[in-house]
């Protein structure tokens, strides 16, 4: 006979498995603006009861707090401890637009004893560009509209509230492992080659 396994009650809620490693989309995330079962406007210690222990936590000493895995960063109100964004801002890490690569890998991808990150379209150390992005959710059939960001930069935005920004590389250097060298990149003046740098997801209104 199957054994089913225990469910302890929290109140009015059945606590989840707490030993089955839960994945997280983040296509999901996308369409839905839930992390998993992550929403703003939990308290941060819910969010890290069912994503364990955090490899960082900062905090800004202006009411403000941070706690993160691998680049995935999770806002809050340090006194209310209410969670009020989430993004990564590094899905592009030293952009090498000769050789298209990036130092991505352990900012984009993660896993502990309670969850792993499926990445959809993202890829290991290669960057994508705004066009790369654009085919994508078109051929998925994802709806989404355009928004300009501070500099006039394409911002992509979803029925969720989760955004997606660019960067044209101004004022950021890369490195050439072949010469060892850090160099001065050029500005991306093309909007469709621009690079994939954030998903994000705020509520102000929570703060």
Same mark, same amino acid.
């Given at each position: 006979?199957?054994?089913?396994p225990h469910l302890r009650r929290r109140? +009015?809620?059945?606590?989840?498995?707490?030993? #089955?490693?839960?994945?997280?989309?983040?296509?999901?995330? &996308?369409?839905?603006?839930?992390?998993?079962?992550?929403?703003?406007?939990?308290t941060i210690d819910e969010v890290i009861?069912?994503?364990?222990?955090?490899?960082?936590?900062?905090?800004?000493?202006?009411?403000? !707090?941070? #706690? $993160?895995?691998?680049?995935?960063?999770?806002?809050?109100?340090?006194? %209310?401890?209410?969670?009020?964004?989430?993004?990564?801002?590094?899905?592009?890490?030293?952009?090498? /637009? %000769?050789?298209g690569r990036v130092n991505n890998k352990?900012?984009?991808?993660?896993?502990?004893? =309670?969850?792993?990150?499926?990445?959809?379209? *993202?890829?290991?150390?290669?960057?994508?560009?705004?066009?790369? &992005?654009?085919?994508? *959710?078109? =051929?998925?059939?994802?709806?989404?509209?355009? @928004?300009?960001?501070?500099?006039?930069?394409?911002? /992509?935005?979803?029925? +969720?509230?989760?955004?997606?920004?660019?960067?044209?590389? !101004?004022?950021?250097? !890369?490195?050439?492992?072949? @010469?060892?060298?850090? @160099?001065?990149?050029?500005?991306? &003046?093309?909007?469709?080659?621009? $690079?994939?740098?954030? #998903?994000?997801?705020?509520?102000? +209104?929570?703060?």
């Amino acid at each position: 006979m199957m054994r089913i396994p225990h469910l302890r009650r929290r109140g +009015s809620f059945f606590a989840t498995f707490e030993n #089955i490693m839960q994945t997280i989309y983040l296509k999901d995330f &996308v369409k839905t603006g839930k992390f998993g079962s992550i929403v703003l406007g939990m308290t941060i210690d819910e969010v890290i009861e069912i994503l364990g222990t955090p490899e960082g936590i900062t905090d800004y000493k202006n009411g403000h !707090s941070e #706690i $993160i895995y691998a680049y995935y960063e999770f806002f809050y109100l340090s006194d %209310k401890r209410i969670l009020y964004g989430i993004q990564n801002d590094h899905l592009a890490t030293f952009p090498n /637009i %000769k050789t298209g690569r990036v130092n991505n890998k352990n900012d984009i991808c993660f896993e502990n004893g =309670k969850f792993n990150i499926d990445i959809w379209f *993202l890829k290991k150390n290669r960057f994508l560009t705004f066009k790369n &992005v654009t085919d994508n *959710l078109r =051929k998925e059939n994802i709806e989404f509209e355009l @928004t300009k960001g501070f500099n006039d930069d394409n911002i /992509i935005k979803f029925e +969720s509230g989760v955004t997606l920004d660019f960067d044209d590389l !101004s004022g950021m250097t !890369s490195y050439d492992p072949n @010469t060892k060298d850090w @160099t001065w990149a050029e500005k991306i &003046v093309d909007d469709d080659m621009k $690079i994939l740098n954030g #998903i994000r997801l705020y509520d102000l +209104s929570l703060t």
